[in-house]
């Protein structure tokens, strides 16, 4: 199915560079009017990035909605969880016994 996807892709970004030059040739030489071909293939190609855009946020979206699938199986949620509480363990540990200095944000910004 990708390759069908890609071929039609391909086919695409040929027809629209092919209407490009087109528009370009002809605003160039029968209408003089440069600018205007100019305008015509910078929307054209304005139009590609932000579909292309559009296209990388979805597959950024579908990965990472993968990755969290994969987190909340059987083990991942249970390791993201025992993880988190070590985390805060260790934190009120270090508090507790009073060897490390207290880097907190609410004691730097007495010191300010």
Do not use: H, K
């Not at 560079?17 to 209408?31: D, K, P, Q, R």
């Not at 909340?72 to 200095?101: H, I, Y």
Request: charged share 25%; aromatic share 8%.
């Amino acid at each position: 199915m990708s390759t069908r996807s890609s071929v039609s892709s391909n086919v695409a970004r040929i027809v629209l560079v092919v209407l490009c030059f087109g528009v370009l040739a002809y605003s160039v030489f029968v209408e003089t009017a440069i600018l205007l071909g100019v305008m015509f293939c910078g929307g054209v190609f304005g139009l590609y990035l932000a579909y292309q855009l559009v296209g990388a946020f979805v597959r950024l979206v579908d990965s990472v909605e993968r990755i969290a699938d994969a987190l909340e199986g059987s083990n991942g949620a249970d390791r993201l969880r025992t993880a988190v509480r070590d985390s805060r363990s260790r934190t009120d540990d270090s508090r507790d016994d009073g060897s490390r200095t207290d880097t907190s944000r609410s004691r730097v910004e007495d010191r300010w």
